[in-house]
């Protein structure tokens, strides 16, 4: 299993990026899929994710109301909207997927992992 993430850019605090994730090898419908990020100097962490039929999502605190997840299953795509981006969002940007039932926010809990994307985000 593939992932291809893209999307990643230089943006101004309050600007938008979409990020995209392209999935292949596998049966994509049966993935829970998520993106995690990661800063200079600290750990991955979650930031949202959503279930095969995209009925449940799950975001972290800092991203709900600002960022917004979802999937094509169609087109083996997953999507991260950012809106209102701060400084605090700047990192690399990872899509990541499952193959289990239920949403996780641990970086562990899944199996298969794109190279990352670049969000920078300027005062």
């Known amino acids: 299993v593939q992932l291809q993430a893209s999307g990643g850019g230089l943006v101004q605090a309050g600007g938008s990026l979409r990020l995209s994730c392209t999935v292949s090898?596998?049966?994509?419908?049966?993935?829970?899929l998520g993106w995690f990020r990661q800063a200079p100097g600290k750990e991955r962490e979650f930031v949202a994710a959503v279930s095969q039929l995209g009925s449940n999502t799950d975001y972290t605190d800092s991203a709900k109301g600002r960022f917004t997840i979802a999937r094509d299953n169609a087109a083996n795509a997953v999507y991260l909207q950012m809106n209102s981006l701060k400084r605090e969002d700047t990192a690399v940007y990872y899509c990541a997927a499952l193959s289990g039932w239920g949403i996780s926010k641990s970086s562990g809990g899944y199996h298969y992992w794109g190279q990352g994307t670049q969000v920078t985000v300027s005062s």
């Open positions: 090898g596998g049966s994509f419908s049966i993935y829970v």
